[in-house]
């Protein structure tokens, strides 16, 4: 598990578990992709989009794909139950809006509190929907 350092990390902490990385490789290839990325989000303390953490995921060598909650339906399925990834969600217990957590084996990794428990379990908790996904084939 890796925790956030800051209020707004929570994207570089989800993706550096995707890739498999510390912290510090996730944080420097989302330095490296806002500043090839015009429309990245430049202020670090305002978060990161799930554009940000799909380039920096690109530029760090790994093959993920970007898929929104309206395409879950297609070929293949996808859901926080049977897809590994990094979630992008949203509801009114987080804060700003939106959160980035990172999902392996249908088990929810929530880099805010460490907390680490089954998807269904975690979204009914908090009352969170999907807002996207990046998932590596």
């Known amino acids: 598990m890796?925790?956030?350092?800051?209020?707004?990390?929570?994207?570089?902490?989800?993706?550096?578990?995707?890739?498999?990385?510390?912290?510090?490789?996730?944080?420097?290839?989302?330095?490296?992709?806002?500043a090839l990325n015009a429309e990245s989000i430049p202020d670090p303390a305002?978060?990161?989009?799930?554009?940000?953490l799909w380039s920096a995921a690109i530029l760090a060598g790994a093959f993920v794909v970007y898929v929104p909650a309206d395409r879950?339906?297609?070929?293949p399925p996808i859901s926080p139950e049977t897809t590994d990834g990094v979630y992008s969600i949203e509801g009114d217990t987080i804060y700003d809006g939106g959160h980035f957590v990172y999902v392996e084996g249908g088990r929810c990794h929530d880099p805010y509190d460490g907390s680490i428990s089954p998807w269904a379990e975690y979204a009914t908790r908090l009352g969170v929907r999907v807002r996207s996904v990046l998932y590596s084939r």
């Open 2 to 34: 890796i925790l956030q350092q800051t209020r707004m990390d929570c994207g570089v902490c989800a993706l550096a578990m995707l890739l498999g990385h510390t912290y510090e490789d996730a944080h420097e290839a989302l330095a490296a992709a806002k």
């Open 72 to 75: 879950f339906d297609e070929e």
């Open 46 to 52: 305002a978060g990161n989009s799930t554009h940000d």
